[in-house]
């Protein structure tokens, strides 16, 4: 089984073309969604008792929730606007709300998991969660750059924490205070990440392994909408593979990569979770099919 820890929120999200207000998000609930499409999945969240019911519905027709739980106050708060390229957000507002100070504890059944995510988070919670497992294989995290400003020392001990991280490009440079991939790679694994994985938006990712960088492509699409959750669903379907071959050899993650670059495009064609949702397997084989000719030479 693979468990998700992280944020799961009410976000106001602003495209170009359409403004949705007070919709399901945070990056665990992308991340966990994207992740169940490959292996049972349990969500470790907390939500205030404004948390739409019909969302409740939404996580529990995939997710397992013995770790979902509902404080007095208000769910986590995100406002961010994307500029018409689609390729730069602006965060407006971050409202952590009842996330502040959320004491997470995981479920008895939760802590023999051999895969955990620690979705973007406070640093200190995620790292507190790391240390109830008993039984971890494979652990990742990812960060965003308000944890980053607020909390760069706790991000570093996360990293200790964790065999591989999964970072957006411009989150790298300010984390690392370096300007070169490679060298933000290196810096990371100096901390003790042996896996970063460093997304680049729609240009796809490099894997970071010992001396190994593997480059893959983003999946090219001519559509996008929305690229909120894109690096979460990338980091779910990741690990969710993984899980479901409960393998992580080199050439495992390589292939896990690939369905990540696969699951975040079907997150930008839609909004919100609407790419992710009612996907069915067929979808996500007929496009890492296109994916491997796509690259084949
Ligand atoms: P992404 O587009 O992959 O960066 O993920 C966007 C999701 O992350 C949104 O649904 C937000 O609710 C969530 N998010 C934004 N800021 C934070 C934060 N500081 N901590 C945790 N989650 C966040």
Known sequence: MLTVFGSTAIDTIRTPKKVLKNVLGGAATFAAISASNFVRTGLIAVVGKDFPKEYQKILSDHLDLKGFNIRKGKTFRYDGKFDNTLSTRETLKTELNVLADFEPTVPEEYKKSQFVYLANNDPDQNIKVIKEFDKIKFSMCDTINF???????????????????????????????????????????????????????????????????????????????????????????????????????????????????????????????????????????????????????
């Open 147 to 297: 944890w980053i400003t607020t909390k760069r020392e706790s991000v570093i001990k996360m990293i200790k924490a964790v065999d591989a991280v999964v970072i957006n490009d411009e989150e790298a440079k300010l984390l690392t205070k370096e300007f070169n991939l490679i060298k933000c790679s290196k810096k990371m694994m100096e901390w003790g990440a042996k896996y970063v994985i460093i997304k680049k938006g729609e240009h796809g990712s490099l894997m970071f392994f010992d001396d190994v960088i593997f480059p893959s492509a983003g999946f090219s699409l001519e559509d996008v909408v929305d690229p909120t959750g894109a690096g979460d669903s990338f980091a779910g379907a990741m690990i969710g593979y993984l899980a479901s071959k409960k393998s992580t050899t080199l050439s495992e993650i390589k292939r896990a990569v690939v369905y990540g670059n696969v699951l975040g495009s079907f997150a930008v064609e839609k909004y919100g979770l609407d790419g992710l949702i009612g996907l069915k397997k067929s979808d996500i084989s007929k496009r890492v099919k296109l994916y491997e000719k796509m690259i084949r030479f």
